[in-house]
């Protein structure tokens, strides 16, 4: 399936822009970010200047022109991706990178300040690829919107086999407050796609819990460290060793989750608890043969041998055939 992971949920490590235009460190991070056990390595493929205008906000289209890496370099990383069998994915934001990089991803991520750019939608969405929206800045509203503009630019985002969409909140880092995980169920109630759960907090528990609320892709910031690091996204990264971590976690939260159905369970049985815990019918006082059974005369106590307790009231009025010791 599409969006299943080696444990289940799909875990992404989001190493956006944290290598900051440094080439050499972007490949250290996607080492180490394949070597955590992770699904996917996710980065943001952009130039300065076709992500924010020049005129009206310089400062960030300059910042961007920092983080800048090179096709060649992109490919280099997807390369290392594919050498660790782990998926290269990226939000595309620069439309004519899609011409070169599509045949690297096979899973698109819409970032959330992209929810609403349709002409970049209907670019991907003609690639015929899976689909990850994140959800920040967004209204219910504005999410259904999206989904419905994908769908009508293309048939096979009907249904969850190629659509997802993340819960978000678009600061680095947030408070726990603002993670605002509930809609990972309004989103599964409400939406027909997959639903998963993208964080920005500087914890690692708001994972564990969208995990334990259904989500199906999670999606973490990944940096080596984060002391000395200046570019906010570190804030809100984890590290090679606390993705080791979190796996260790979801299999612990799946063995205790178990799976939905109601049956004593091979344990108990073997240990024969359904005898020893549960309660018969027993004589309280030595009985006569011919006494009336009645509640002065019966008791429940365990273990489970002879008549069960649930027949309690069903002895009441009967005579007893033979003499009983209590």
Known sequence: MTWKGKLGPLLIAEIGGNHEGDFEYAKVLTELACDSGVDAVKFQIYTGDTIVSKVEDPDRNKHFKKFEL???????????????????????WNEEALNW??????IYKIGSGDLTAHPLLSKIAKLSKPIIISTGLASFDEVKETIDFLRK???IYEGSQNLAVLQCTSMYPIEDEDANLEVISLYKDKLDVVVGYSDHTT?????????TLGA????MHFTDEREGKVFRDHKVSFTNEEIKQLIFKIKKIQALRGKPEKKPLPIEIENN???SFRRAVYPSKDIKKGTVLSKSNLTILRPNKGI????FNSLIGKKIKQDVKK
């Open 308 to 311: 069960d307790a649930r027949e």
């Open 153 to 155: 630019e293309n048939k």
């Open 101 to 106: 990089i599509d045949e690297f991803i096979p």
């Open 70 to 92: 090179s096709k060649d370099q992109y490919v280099e990383l997807a390369n290392i991706c594919k050498r660790n069998n782990v998926i290269f994915t990226s939000s595309v």
């Open 216 to 219: 199906e892709i999670l999606e």
């Open 203 to 211: 914890g690692k528990e708001a994972v564990e819990v969208a995990y």
């Open 273 to 275: 608890h359904l005898v």
